[in-house]
């Protein structure tokens, strides 16, 4: 689902622009406002705190001396099918490694979660994945790539067409709401953030772990 939402611009604007706005562009053809398309897709992202793993060999110590290897998620790559009524989001990644100890071949498991997170905070889905790194003897590096995908239902990141309109109305500079927000509206603004997903991607942490990254 798309539509265009044209958001206004306070002041008198001295300019005329043929044919139709793009994205980002200034839209005087219909009225004053910016050009902005929005789709059912989630955003991805990694939460803070998650994006990366530390383990050490020793059991309950957190030292440096004692870490055995770092890991963190990058190159995350989104790509994402709203054409549907259900909305089919995928985002492939890297993990990459490094272990102190380079002595012999070893293959570390981690595992990985992805979460859909609609409005803000209501979780509504999970998965937990593994990935698995492969070290050659002698070598501190190691990577691979995994994958997460998640579905949403179209009709909840679709906006309801009052919204649309309010969003979308056609306003003339000297209109009495010419230089209002849509956004400012506290309703428009509710329908905005209840229909708008995430999908958050990092590892599985312990508690300890994640304890570990927000404090160091």
Do not use: H, W
Not at 23 to 36: A, P
Not at 162 to 172: G, L, P
Request: net charge neutral; glycine share 8%; hydrophobic share 40%.
């Amino acid at each position: 689902m798309k539509f265009v939402a044209k958001l206004l611009v306070a002041g008198t604007i001295m300019a005329s622009l043929a044919g139709c706005a793009k994205d980002g562009e200034l839209d005087l053809s219909s009225g004053v406002g910016i050009s902005v398309t929005r789709t059912g897709c989630p955003t991805v992202a990694i939460p803070d705190g998650t994006g990366d793993v530390t383990l050490f060999n020793t059991a309950g110590s957190q030292d440096a001396n004692a870490i055995e290897l770092v890991a963190s998620i990058t190159n995350v790559r989104p790509t994402c099918n709203s054409g549907g009524e259900k909305i089919y989001s995928q985002a492939s990644f890297e993990v990459q490694a490094r272990r102190n100890d380079v002595r012999g071949a070893k293959t570390v498991t981690l595992p990985y979660f992805t979460t859909v997170v609609q409005g803000g905070s209501a979780v509504v889905a999970k998965r937990v994945g593994q990935v698995t790194l492969q070290f050659a003897d002698g070598q501190p590096k190691a990577s691979a790539t995994a994958q997460a995908a998640s579905y949403v239902d179209g009709n909840s990141a679709r906006l309801p067409e009052e919204i649309v309109q309010k969003i979308t109305k056609k306003r003339k500079p000297g209109d009495p709401d010419a230089a209002l927000d849509p956004m400012a509206d506290p309703e428009v603004r509710a329908a905005v953030v209840r229909s708008s997903f995430e999908m958050l991607i990092g590892f599985q942490l312990t508690e300890e772990q994640l304890r570990y990254n927000v404090t160091r």
